[in-house]
């Protein structure tokens, strides 16, 4: 009797998968990669600080090396969310470089370490080199680096493993043939795409599994981390004192918002105002460590706790409407807010301001300067060091604890937030963030006037109807409103009271309209005579101007 011997079965292997095949899996390994940099790299943020993340580091340095046309642009078409569209931006081209990264790493491990680490150099020195940078903000960035290239590496290894071999198996350093650690990284940097390699996917998935989880881990461990940085708690315990000179009492028919659908109304919620800084992350300051510094052309400098400015006994209330240069003829970029604090004049003559000072040099905790002018400060009764807005403390997003305003000026030559100090100097010997970009030194708002309602390429029905908005021209007030239809007269429109000359007006004009398309044009004149132009100017480099039109169609 004879036996048929069979042969033993082929080791399982892996996959053999042409070069081109494997890309797209070497792709998303770059990306998984990247994903993993950034988690790890928030997690150590957390335990630093908010200012050392790698994203927002690149991202304030995206904001201070953008050229000022690409800004506008930018406040333009995205408005307020135009801090989320550079992060969101900037996620974009970290994801199109890692693809590529891991594409090229199949090949070439060598290319993909370095290209992660030129990542990790890159977010380290824009951490260290920001207003409010340190060194130990540069180990987010690099600790990331060191964790995005141990997981490009591992998911690299299963793209490349040699054909007719069994799946790698663990080993330990007693049957490694003693190879150093040194010697199997050189293997894993060596491996590249070569012939006759092929593909483990279980290895592969198992691995990038592995990737997906620390990303997430890491990053959502960063941001609860982050939340002890959060001022919200001492914010709300903060109790602000009463004013010794409140604001003016409203007429009765102030706001005209009530009767009119679609107006503005005379005050701006606190959570409608609108916000345009260059913060990706809002500055956290705690009452308790907050001073405010004065410094240079001062007889006597010195600084401020919380609990001194809040127990002055000039503290003032002020509704004061707020533009920002920003805005666009007909934008919405102004809004209107009571807002409680201490005159800044009076702070800068009890400490002996000098005559030769022209220019407050007025900083941020974030580093951002702006440069206001002297003789505005001292002049204009208003002007304040702000630590309330519409009967609470500032809104974190809007300065808190301490914001500076001053009627009348653009707010990027007034509306310091955040600030921690004020040093009296010159023009000729200090230019502000804004300046040094071109923007204009002195930048007072100009009278302007929008249409609110109806609404511009909306269809209504012919009939009588209120044409609506508002007009400004802070420290001057608003005199009169007119309104064109078509190329007819120029029409008065009625005008909210008269409650400050700092306060926005609104006005309304009842009007039978005919069926057909309408162009409606407003202007309005201060309460000095001044007409508002009718040039058109963009905001860059002292603010817009020109008389704001709509279209409309009557049905």
Known sequence: MTTTEQAPAPATGPDELPPRGRRPLAAAAGLLSAGVALGVGELVAGLIGPQASPVVAVGDTVITLTPEPVKAFAIATFGEDDKTALVVGTLVLIAGYALVLGVLALRRRPVGVAGIALFGVVGAAAAVTGPAGGPLDALPALVGALAGIAALLALLAPLSVPTGAAPARPVDAAHDGGRAPLERLRDALGAGDRKGAGLDRRRFFLAGGAAVGTAVVAGGAGRLLLRRFDVGGARADLVLPRPASPAAALPAGADLAGTVDGLTPLFTSTRDFYRVDTAITVPQIRPADYRLTLTGMFDSPRSYTLDELLGRDDVIERDVTLTCVSNEVGGQLAGTARWLGVPLGAVLRENGIQPGSDQLVCRSSDG????????????????????????????????????????????????????????????????????????????????????????????FPAGRRPIAGVAWAQTRGISAVEVRVDDGEWLPAQLSPQVDADLWRQWVLPYDFAPGPHQLTVRATGADGELQTEQRATPFPDGASGLHSIRVSVT
């Open 368 to 459: 951002m300067t702006i440069g206001a002018p002297t003789r505005s400060a001292l002049e204009v009764e208003d002007a304040m060091i702000a630590f309330g807005m519409n009967g609470e403390p500032l809104p974190v997003q809007h300065g808190f604890p301490v914001r500076m305003l001053i009627p009348g000026l653009y707010g990027y030559v007034s509306a310091c937030k955040w600030m921690v100090g004020i040093e009296a100097s010159t023009y000729a010997a200090s230019a502000a963030y804004w300046t040094q970009r071109d923007w204009a030194a002195q930048a007072p708002i100009k009278v302007a006037s929008r249409i609110d309602t109806p609404a511009p390429l909306r269809a």
